[in-house]
Each structure stands twice: as C-alpha cells, then as structure tokens.
Nanobody, 124 residues
Framework: QVQLVESGGGLVQVGGSLRLSCAAS????????MGWFRQAPGKEREFVAR????????YYADSVKGRFTISRDNAKNTVSLQMNSLKFEDTAVYYC?????????????????WGQGTQVIVSS
C-alpha cells in the first residue's frame, strides 16, 4: 500500500522550467524504484524517467534526455522531476509511479502504484 501524490504542475511558457514533486506514504520509500510517466490528450501513457531505489541510476526517454532530471530524497519520501527547456510537446498529465518488482522501466504495466497525476501545460 503506497499512496502517491503529485504536485507542481501548472502553466509554463515554451523554454521555461518546472519542477514536479511526488510525495509517497504507506511503506518504506527507499525500498523501491520510482518512475515518471505522462499522458497527452488522445495519447497513450508514455515513459519519461526512472530512478532506482537508492537514486544511483537513472533512465530517460529520448524525448526528454538532456532536458529533464529525476531525483529522489528518501529521507523525505519524495521524488522530483526537474523539467527545463520545456516544449509544447511536453504538455501532458504527469504521473509518478512505484515499482517494487524490478520490472522493465519503460513499461507502465510493470509499475505497481500510481499517483493521480498533475497537469503540465506548455504554451507559447
């Protein structure tokens, strides 16, 4: 039982920056990997970034590599997504998710618990 709550979404201009946060509760945070996914209107949910339970290794989708940074603070039970150089195509609802089973980091179906999402709108 893990509860995840995203925050930090909002409206930002192209080229701007935004930082998303996800607060976890219900079990020991440092024992599982975390990921960020996003879903644009009319599109399927897609992988954005993943971080291992210790924070030692990260993975990114090609579309965000070099612009987004995932990090975690296990003492505070939070994972963050720093988004820089935002593009219009980044507009989506962003979800954080927990993976207890060392699944494929790109597959949404391999994650076990999900937050409700936070809306990010990038405008010109």
């Amino acid at each position: 039982q893990v509860q995840l709550v995203e925050s930090g979404g909002g409206l930002v201009q192209v080229g701007g920056s935004l930082r998303l946060s996800c607060a976890a509760s219900g079990r020991t945070f440092g024992t599982y990997a975390m990921g960020w996914f996003r879903q644009a209107p009319g599109k399927e949910r897609e992988f954005v970034a993943r971080i291992r339970r210790s924070g030692s290794t990260t993975y990114y989708a090609d579309s965000v590599k070099g612009r987004f940074t995932i990090s975690r603070d296990n003492a505070k039970n939070t994972v963050s997504l720093q988004m820089n150089s935002l593009k219009f195509e980044d507009t989506a609802v962003y979800y954080c998710a927990a993976d207890y089973t060392y699944g494929d980091y790109r597959r949404a179906g391999d994650y076990d618990d999900w937050g409700q999402g936070t809306q990010v709108i990038v405008s010109s």
